[in-house]
């Protein structure tokens, strides 16, 4: 068994593959290397077996997203720690080693990511993940240096490594045992946030997951899927349904459901008053879904759940906390 796998899964990232590849390579010596082509119709794979001869190459029949895409190729590869990583991160020296040392120095830690800066403005921190991934008590996503859209300006105001509640997709630490323990990633996600749902399955489970500064990496972001495709709105917030189903206690469930499901739809108009109308009828098309497939999710759930810390989780609405009292960095957050 390899100590380290660096996994990149990569769909039509042909132009991203030829230009981080190689970094990854450099700065990965001693590690093992996978590219796993999720069905791609550019050259990626013809790239791979080319240019890159030390590093392994998994071709796939279909895509079946980031979850499915991982799940089906880790199954081929044998590694303590898996880092699943993006195909457009441009990965620094010393990347890995200190996530590892973090890792290995207590059993609890089971997950983990790097710092997160953007690629296009290396001095601020990039939405996927920034300096670590956290949650409001309603289910909503946000991280130490991006909260929604805003995104800070690195000052090392977030440089210490600390418990938080979600580690990044785009380079996500993992431990392999516990990965297959909780079943991977849930498929039915495709793509998006289905990091954040295994995270908070291992917190149920009073597992941790921490983010290591010490290790920085550049996202480009929206490298497969833009913001402004209506199929990444549609992802979004079914699968952002999904994660409360499945992870909420029953009495927080019922309570918090219908009150998102009102933001959604407010949500939904505020597209439509904008003048985005695909993105309004991709929230309702999310809504049809979840509800199709609740009981599902339902059976899904996490059993014997631990309380969660409260440094974790924001006791409050961050909606409110951001679009009404214009609080835009992660320290205006108390919580």
């Known amino acids: 068994m390899a100590k380290v796998a660096v996994v990149i899964l990569n769909h039509n990232g042909q132009q991203y593959l030829e230009k981080f590849l190689p970094a990854i390579v450099r700065y990965s010596e001693g590690q093992v290397i996978v590219v796993v082509d999720n069905a791609s119709t550019d050259q990626s794979a013809k790239l791979i077996n080319e240019k890159f001869e030390g590093v392994r190459l998994i071709e796939l029949a279909n895509n079946n997203g980031y979850a499915g895409g991982y799940n089906e190729s880790l199954k081929l590869i044998d590694s303590e720690y898996y880092v699943l990583l993006n195909s457009d991160v441009q990965v ?78 785009a380079c996500f630490f993992v431990k392999s045992k516990v990965f297959y323990q909780l079943g991977g990633f849930d498929e039915d996600f495709f793509a998006h946030m289905e990091e954040i749902d295994l995270c908070w399955r291992m917190n149920n489970l009073g597992l941790k997951v921490m983010v290591c500064p010490e290790s920085t990496i550049y996202h480009v972001g929206a490298g497969t899927l833009p913001v402004s495709n209506p199929r990444k709105t549609y992802l979004n917030f079914t699968n952002n349904l999904a994660i409360l189903t499945k992870n909420l206690s029953f009495n927080k469930l019922f309570f918090i459901l219908p009150i998102r499901i009102l933001l959604d739809w407010i949500a939904a108009l505020k597209f439509l008053v904008d003048g985005t109308t695909n993105h309004s009828f991709a929230i309702l098309k999310a809504h049809f879904e979840f509800v199709g497939k609740f009981r599902i999710h339902l059976r899904k759930r996490t059993r014997g759940q631990k309380a969660i810390s409260k440094a974790l989780v924001l006791n409050k609405s961050v909606v409110a906390a951001y679009f009404l009292q214009r609080k835009k960095g992660f320290n205006d957050m108390k919580f």
Not at 98 to 104: R, W
Not at 141 to 153: K, L, S
Not at 155 to 168: K, L
Request: hydrophobic share 30%; with cysteine.
């Open 92 to 169: 620094t020296e010393n990347w890995i080693n200190p996530v590892i040392k973090l890792m290995d120095s207590d059993p609890s830690i089971t997950a983990c990511q790097p710092k997160i800066l953007s690629y296009k403005q290396k001095d601020r921190f990039e939405y996927a993940g920034a300096s670590g991934g956290f949650i409001d008590f309603l289910g909503y996503p946000f991280c130490r240096g991006r909260i929604f859209n805003t995104t800070e300006r690195d000052d090392g105001q977030y440089d210490n490594t600390r418990q938080i509640f979600w580690a990044s997709g």
